[in-house]
């Protein structure tokens, strides 16, 4: 309100003073204005505001009259100027106004507050439902703000905090937009000598609603780790409610809260697993759990083929032992049940980068080498090639995990195709 109104007052401060004005060689190019007071300045974002109001008074009432026309008609000038500023900033007393013209005219304008003053700012924030760990984060994003509230209000006069305390709330959204982005802030400010100011958060954009738990592990089965899983869905409950774009700016914060609750679990200490959750934040948050262990690979997977007609359904056992960080020594062992056989391959793994599979294995019952690669696409993408020394063991096999325990691949053999469905515990 204060700027529209001085802008007004200077329209017809202009009518007003317009008897003033004849021509001169030196003229007015521009007004600065200074705002003291005898008990200190007032803080410094609203004397700035005061002196960004004043000034533009000045410049509409000033800017292109000739100096001598200025310093002709100064105590007039300085006596409306001053009775114009005392009317807009209430809460202050107009001491003194006094104007040097010039092609840079200076305003200076003594003021005193009038009764009490404030002496202190709380900041009382609502945060709803929000968990702790959360408004501890956001806090954080926030900062000091309670000390920058006090910077502006401290030392006002409480009557003036109608028009002053759009300053502050200027401050804070200022301040909230740069460091919380994904919030939009709502204010209430209660003055007295201890002034209180409500700030209130709202979230802005799509919101996360839901949180799913997946489970990922290459090493182990997955039912290993469904003891770890209610913990972790216990604490991603922590992010319902927030903007998903704040989820996704804190994901690593939100990736080491959960890694906190998991690292813990019996499960880790028993298999010397390594628990790492991922958020992939959205409406529907994921968690992807992953558990790796450096010692052992242990899986187990029954699948049925579709499209296929000899063997097409079978359980396998994979356990190996990791020699290094990179290689495996390890024995697969497969039942086929339609023909009642059993199958074991002895053979060895090497790890290339951190997502390509590549070794030997030796089929015992066929006398066959089998050299194999497979390449990893994300958590639920991959490829598999199969070359077997006999002209009918190759396989491309391309796979997608559609659950915790459930996958479907489609198999490329040499004489036909097939579709196979996983089951992995």
Do not use: C
């Amino acid at each position: 309100m204060l700027m529209p109104v001085l802008v007004l007052v200077a329209f017809v401060l202009h009518i007003h003073l317009g008897s003033f004005a004849y021509a001169d060689a030196d003229t007015v190019e521009t007004v600065t204005v200074s705002i003291t007071s005898p008990e200190g300045k007032p803080p410094v974002r609203v004397a700035k505001r005061m002196e960004a109001s004043v000034a533009t008074v000045g410049n509409h009432v000033f800017t292109g009259r000739s100096v001598a026309e200025i310093a002709a008609g100064k105590n007039a000038y300085e006596r409306i100027v001053s009775d114009v500023i005392g009317r807009v900033l209430v809460g202050y007393s107009v001491e003194e106004v006094h104007i040097s013209p010039g092609r840079v005219t200076q305003i200076v304008v003594t003021i005193t507050p009038w009764g009490d003053v404030v002496h202190d700012v709380h900041l009382e924030m609502d945060f709803g439902n929000l968990s702790p760990d959360v408004v501890g984060l956001i806090t954080k994003d926030m900062g000091d703000l309670e000390e920058l509230l006090a910077g502006v209000l401290v030392g006002l006069p409480i009557d003036s905090l109608d028009w002053a305390g759009g300053v502050s709330k200027t401050v804070i959204r200022e301040l909230l937009t740069a460091q919380l982005p994904e919030f939009r802030s709502n204010f209430d400010i209660v003055s007295g000598t201890q002034t209180t100011v409500k700030l209130s958060l709202a979230p802005q954009g799509p919101v996360v609603q839901d949180t799913r738990v997946t489970l990922r592990s290459r090493t182990i089965p997955n039912v290993l780790l469904w003891k770890a899983k209610p913990a972790v869905e216990e604490a991603a409950k922590m992010m319902n409610g927030l903007p998903v774009a704040f989820v996704e700016r804190h994901s690593a914060y939100f990736n080491t809260r959960l890694a906190e609750v998991v690292k813990d679990q019996p499960v880790a200490k028993e298999y010397g697993l390594t628990l790492t959750p991922e958020v992939i934040a959205g409406k529907q948050t994921q968690i992807q759990l992953k558990a790796e262990t450096t010692k052992y690979r242990l899986t187990l997977e029954g699948y049925v083929d579709m499209g296929r007609e000899d063997d097409n359904t079978a359980i396998k056992l994979h356990a190996g032992k990791f020699i290094n960080s990179s290689d495996e020594l390890f024995t697969e062992v497969e039942f086929i049940p339609s023909s009642v056989s059993w199958k074991f391959y002895p053979g060895w793994s090497h790890r290339i980068g951190t997502t390509t599979y590549a070794g030997l294995k030796y089929d015992i019952s066929d006398k066959d080498n089998i050299l194999w690669i497979n390449q990893n696409f994300g958590s639920d993408w991959s490829l598999r090639l199969e070359h077997a020394s006999s002209t009918e063991g190759d396989e491309i096999g391309l796979r997608y995990k559609i659950h915790d325990f459930l996958s479907a691949e489609y198999v490329v053999g040499e004489h036909e195709n097939w579709l196979r469905l996983i089951g992995h515990l």
